[in-house]
């Protein structure tokens, strides 16, 4: 199980004037414990039913199907094209599950319409022997909407008969373009269920169906994201994490000035995971012109050499998330290779040096009054990672109800979508 690490926001640690006093943070999570039954309460309704993705196991059978069935046709590249919740949760999973270096069947996100980066991958990769995951709840979407029609020309070009069999569709089951196209040209597709919400669908066929056809265990993603919401469905105010971490943020910004919250895995795998945060965050509590603290996605130990200074040192107005692995798959070690000057290294672990780096710099920040929480994760697996999904899901659905703001809808993004419609059309 995860685990919430929070002394380092409470008064006793950081002093009153930044900290948190133990006993109000109690008292306050105490008073919003309905607030968790109320979403689970809301499963069936717009939004909330991010909360019954771990229960799908047809989909999971619907994917075993789909993996075994596309293992003759040995694609080189799984190619998706979707962009903003269709996309940042697949490259999340990537980066934890599949590591830093391309493995076949390699997994490439394309998530931008920038000409010189899309012609950059399509014209290195072998495109008739790539499967193309067009993913887009709404099906109408301009990127991918875009990047399919690229890719199609693409494929007429070289097998004008069968080129569907290169694409798999993942969507709405009912409205929107990409069905309607899938459907006129006997396209595979995936249902993305109506009422979960794009930043909310990593657990759906949305996150699932790429990173299987990859090789990662989905089974595991979906299993984690179930023992978590089992967790927080089960515990005390004081110990739902859920509910601690949304009260702890929403208290800081409120009450603190901490309008800006970093979120910094000690893990290279777990980078994107706040790359993914960042859009659940933004686009959920930033609204009604007051409302919404800035996130940030910082990694350590790299950051500690480029951002640190000014978390540090520079205004207090930021909560920091750290994201700490207890231990990792594998483990270099020193010999006793180093000169005498910095021989305190070693003989040591590589994951003693960065836990180390993790701890210098949580308690330097304490020392300065800068809150900071800690997420410990047993490992980054398939489990762990589903859990933590479901953690900041959860975490970002209570969050709204604190700041009394619609944290499905996304206003702000649509207004944008529609005057670029009218600008091209
Ligand atoms: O959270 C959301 O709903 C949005 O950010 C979408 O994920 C993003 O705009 C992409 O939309 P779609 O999946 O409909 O193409």
Redesign the pocket.
Known sequence: MLHLNYTNILKKSIGSRHGIGDKFLVNFCDKKKSFVKDALRNKKKIGYDFLNLPDDNALLRKIKKLTADHSKNNWQNIVVL?????SLGVSAIKRALLGPLVKKPSLIVIDNIDPDYVNGILSKINISKSLFVV???????TE?MVLYGIVKQKLIEKHPKNYQKNFIFITDPKKGLLRKIGKKEGVTMFDIPPKV???FSVLSSAGLVPVALAGVDVGGLLKGGRTMREAIKSSNPETNPALILAAIQFLSDKKKGKNMTVVMPYSSSLFKVGAWYR?LLS?SIGKNIKTGPTPIAALGTTDQHSQLQLYNDGPNNKLIVFLRVLKHASDPQLSDILPKEIGFLNGKKLSQIIDASYTGTSESLAKNSRPNVTIEIPKVDARHLGMLFMLFEFQIALLGMLYKVDAFN?PG?EEGKLITKKLLS
């Open positions: 979707g962009i903003g919740g269709s993913i887009s709840k709404s099906g109408t979407t991918p919400g794009g930043r859009q686009e996304q993004v």
